[in-house]
C-alpha cells in the first residue's frame, strides 16, 4: 500500500529515492550480464568498478542470483523481440 503524500518537497524526495532504488536495480542486472553472461568472456572487475563507481570487491557482490536470471530473462525477451522503448529517446530501457 502507498502511502500519498501531499507535501510536494516529501513527494519529490520519494520519487527521487524510487528513481534511485531502481538505477540501482538496473545497475545490478547490468553488472550480473557484464560478469556472468556476456560472452565471449566476462568483462573485468577494474573496468565495472570503475564505471559503476565501485570497488572491485564492490562489484563483486553486488548482484545476486536472482540479478542474473533477470538478466537472462531480459536477454531472452530481446532475442525474442519483446524489448520496448520505452521512453522515445531510441534507447532500450530494462524490463524488470
Known amino acids: ?6 507535501d ?12 534511485r532504488d531502481q538505477a540501482d536495480r538496473d545497475i545490478r542486472i547490468l553488472l550480473a550480464y557484464a560478469r556472468e553472461l556476456a560472452r565471449p568472456r ?3 572487475l577494474i573496468d565495472l568498478a570503475a564505471v559503476a563507481g565501485m570497488s572491485v570487491s564492490g562489484v563483486r557482490t553486488a548482484y545476486t542470483q536472482q540479478d542474473i536470471e533477470t538478466a537472462q530473462r531480459i536477454l531472452c525477451a530481446a532475442s525474442d523481440g519483446h524489448s520496448q522503448d520505452q521512453n522515445g529517446s531510441g ?6
Open 1 to 6: 500500500m502507498k502511502i500519498v503524500i501531499s
Open 91 to 96: 534507447q532500450r530501457e530494462l524490463l524488470v
Open 42 to 44: 566476462p568483462y573485468r
Open 8 to 19: 510536494p518537497v516529501l513527494a519529490a524526495i520519494e520519487e527521487a529515492r524510487s528513481r
